[in-house]
């Protein structure tokens, strides 16, 4: 079956652009009727910025496309697969142009590994102050198969030279700036590019769930990076650059930082996010539900600290504001760079105004009572509150 979207298709499927720079107008919708089949909750529609109910989410260890959470910071770019191809240059000895045919001739590699945005869970720092950005709540997270190709692999085909510290990758969207359009961009430390193993540090992605990436996911390749936060993973993939330092894209030398203000140099003092907490969320039952008292199911997801071999070690919930805790039993698979799903059984009385999730794991990750707020609303983990009505 042809992998490509025709021109149309793509143009109606809501605020897509063309690399041409042809802008199409914003087509709006309700959560029932997205015209490219999500069923998510649309936090914005220009660009497409949505998360799935977390009843749906935690439904299934592999996280279906149309619940599967959708990050952008501009519209779809509309790519003719027919002048596609991905550039490789910067610090190599033999730049490379290659078309997505050309890579498929490469070994495939197939992982699966879980996504998350830097932001999940951004609402709740609004608690203390406000904080701008895509208000997500628990849901900007999803566990789906990747198949595609070792950005390793690819790198030792262009031979990367003496003095190469990172590696960039420049997306084919274009970002409405202050200073002009650019696009969506980011790198990784070459160490974590040229990994090998079961796992590659870096893939080049065109599959999803074992069929084609759909132009919210990035058709028709994209970067996997398992273990690091979302940002990372480059969507619409069109350039690759090995360099000495740091990808100058916005997306790393400002963007996705923990900053307390936002002046030029709590930016140049603070470093970029890569590999994110640990963190979790209770799914079921639904935010101030009212339900009886006595023994309660709860499920919900923890995924483990981005550390290579990590896994959730101790989940536990509270029922009396943290007083006490107990454990929640761990269900279905597990996996490297994978969330784990787990359900339990709590006690509540009509004085339990609020459910809690703490989790540990293997790398020494833990979710804290509290986390400092940030100027972004980054990597919140802290445990996780739920409220409920019982009655």
């Given amino acids: 079956m042809s992998i490509e979207l025709s021109r149309r298709e793509l143009l109606i499927a809501g605020g897509a652009i063309a690399i041409t720079g042809l802008h199409v107008p914003r087509i709006a919708w309700g959560q029932d009727i997205d015209p490219l089949g999500k069923e998510l909750i649309f936090r914005t529609t220009d660009p497409r910025n949505g998360e799935p109910n977390l009843t749906d989410l935690v439904k299934s260890w592999i996280t279906p496309v149309k619940h599967f959470y959708v990050r952008s910071h501009a519209p779809n770019p509309v790519i003719d697969l027919g002048r596609y191809a991905l550039t490789v240059e910067g610090k190599v000895r033999k730049p490379l142009t290659l078309t997505l ?131 990372r993973s480059v969507k619409w993939l069109g350039k690759i650059v090995v360099s000495e330092r740091p990808s100058p894209n916005h997306y790393l030398a400002t963007a996705y930082k923990i900053v307390k203000k936002t002046d030029p ?77 787990w359900n339990a059984r709590v006690k509540v009385t009509p004085q339990t105004k609020a459910l809690y999730l703490r989790a540990t794991d293997t790398a020494g990750g833990f979710m804290p009572a509290r986390v400092p707020w940030n100027a972004k609303g980054y990597l919140q983990n802290r445990w996780y509150r739920l409220p409920i009505s019982v009655s």
């Fill in 265 to 341: 140099i709590d930016w140049t003092e603070s470093g970029p996010i890569y590999r994110y907490p640990i963190n979790g969320a209770i799914a079921t039952p639904e935010p101030q539900a009212k339900v009886p008292p006595g023994m309660l199911d709860v499920s919900g997801y923890v995924l483990p600290t981005g550390r290579p071999g990590a896994r959730a070690q101790r989940i536990q919930i509270s029922s009396d504001g943290g007083a006490t805790w107990q454990p929640a039993k761990t269900i279905g698979q597990t996996g490297e760079f994978c969330w784990q799903l």
């Fill in 101 to 231: 045919k050309e890579l498929q001739q490469m070994p495939r590699r197939e992982v699966t590994a879980t996504l998350t945005c830097a932001g999940n869970r951004r609402i709740e720092f609004n608690e203390e102050s406000k904080v701008g950005g895509v208000q997500w709540e628990a849901g900007a997270i999803g566990n789906a198969r990747w198949s595609g190709f070792a950005l390793a692999d690819v790198l030792k085909q262009a031979g990367v030279m003496e003095g190469a510290k990172h590696v960039w990758f420049e997306g084919l969207d274009q970002i409405q700036r202050p200073k002009g359009v650019i696009p969506f961009g980011g790198s990784i430390p070459i160490e974590k590019a040229m990994t090998q193993g079961e796992i590659p540090g870096a893939l080049l992605v065109d599959q999803m769930n074992g069929k084609a990436l759909t132009p919210d996911h990035g058709y028709p390749l994209r970067t996997v990076v398992p273990g690091y936060i979302g940002a």
